[in-house]
């Protein structure tokens, strides 16, 4: 049963960047889609983006040109470069798998915490 594990997260000052790493165990999760969703209390979950298990990525427009979705097949790991941050960035990030983007997840990790403020 493929398990997947957030880390990463922390503070940040609006401007600066975080990896968030999602390492993958129990099977290989190259055959999967891995997205990065964002959690704030009170609104609805968002899909920040998304890679294929051909590779092709994809972004939610809030964040386009400023995340970057990347992966390690050797390490098994799915990484998210966050870059010039801002406060609406301040979220419970969690990665999840499923057959394609936009598919129904299969698995999900426990989240890691990103907070950006001055």
């Known amino acids: 049963q493929l398990q997947l594990v957030e880390s990463g997260g922390g503070s940040v000052q609006p401007g600066g960047s975080l990896r968030l790493s999602c390492a993958a165990s129990?099977?290989?999760?190259?055959?999967?889609?891995i997205t990065w969703i964002r959690q704030v209390p009170g609104t609805e979950r968002e899909a920040v983006s998304c890679i294929t298990s051909s590779g092709s990525t994809n972004y939610a427009d809030s964040v386009k040109g400023r995340f970057a979705i990347s992966r390690d097949i050797a390490k098994n790991t799915v990484f998210l470069q966050m870059n010039s941050v801002k406060p609406e960035d301040t979220g419970l990030y969690f990665c999840?798998?499923?057959w394609g983007c936009g598919y129904d997840y299969r698995s999900w990790g426990q989240g890691t915490q990103v907070t950006v403020s001055s």
């Open positions: 129990g099977v290989t999760f190259s055959s999967y889609a």
């Open positions: 999840a798998a499923a």
